[in-house]
T-cell receptor, first 114, second 117 residues
Framework: AQSVTQLGSHVSVSEGALVLLRCNYSSSVPPYLFWYVQYPNQGLQLLLKYTSAATLVKGINGFEAEFKKSETSFHLTKPSAHMSDAAEYFCAVKGSGGYQKVTFGTGTKLQVIP | GAVVSQHPSWVICKSGTSVKIECRSLDFQATTMFWYRQFPKQSLMLMATSNEGSKATYEQGVEKDKFLINHASLTLSTLTVTSAHPEDSSFYIC?????????????FGQGTRLTVV
């Protein structure tokens, strides 16, 4: 069984400020972890993924996330928020053995204030 | 990156009618496709896993006779919402799996907004 918990359904940051979106996971097997972004009325776009290689993962649009096994966390960060970062972000997990279904968190809506 | 095309992007239908949504992997073959449903301001909930040439595996609570899934080829899966009702109005998203084992990656379609009136 696996699950992810995203802390905070809404996060507001000022333009240029640090973005921190929190995600904690639970998995009975070594996990693969993902962050996706969804713009209104659109599908999901993969930002980055952790697949047991480097614990610090760099993704698109300046985002990165660090896998911390001791904290069972995979928080998403970006040093400086841009207006175009306003969207909904989903953390997701799946087991690493073969292809298994992806379980999504409840999402965090990021608002960027000019 | 791989492209998954979902069609239509939005549809409005009358209560009691059926609606078919297509999910195509344009530049890769996908033996496995997934169908998700997303209610407003909520996360994606997996409805079913579709494997080419075999019956779909439905998640608990999903009516297989209402949400018919066909995965007839390695590049196409369809979801048919039969006898749609207003409560079926939702955002439906498919994903297609590329690769195998630890290199498997899922690519998502752009979603279909279904409104039943």
């Amino acid at each position: 069984a696996q699950s992810v918990t995203q802390l905070g359904s809404h996060v507001s940051v000022s333009e240029g400020a640090l973005v921190l979106l929190r995600c904690n996971y639970s998995s009975s097997v070594p996990p693969y972890l993902f962050w996706y972004v969804q713009y209104p009325n659109q599908g999901l776009q993969l930002l980055l993924k952790y697949t047991s290689a480097a614990t610090l993962v760099k993704g698109i649009n300046g985002f990165e996330a660090e896998f911390k096994k001791s904290e069972t966390s995979f928080h998403l960060t970006k040093p400086s928020a841009h207006m175009s970062d306003a969207a909904e972000y989903f953390c997701a997990v799946k087991g690493s053995g073969g292809y298994q279904k992806v379980t999504f968190g409840t999402g965090t809506k990021l608002q960027v204030i000019p | 990156g791989a492209v998954v095309s979902q069609h239509p992007s939005w549809v409005i239908c009358k209560s009691g009618t059926s609606v078919k949504i297509e999910c195509r992997s344009l530049d890769f073959q996908a033996t496995t496709m997934f169908w998700y449903r997303q209610f407003p301001k909520q996360s994606l909930m997996l409805m079913a896993t579709s494997n080419e040439g075999s019956k779909a595996t439905y998640e608990q609570g999903v009516e297989k006779d209402k949400f018919l899934i066909n995965h007839a080829s390695l590049t196409l899966s369809t979801l048919t919402v039969t006898s749609a009702h207003p409560e079926d109005s939702s955002f439906y998203i498919c994903s297609a799996a590329r690769g195998g084992g630890s290199n498997t990656e899922a690519f998502f379609g752009q979603g279909t907004r279904l409104t039943v009136v």
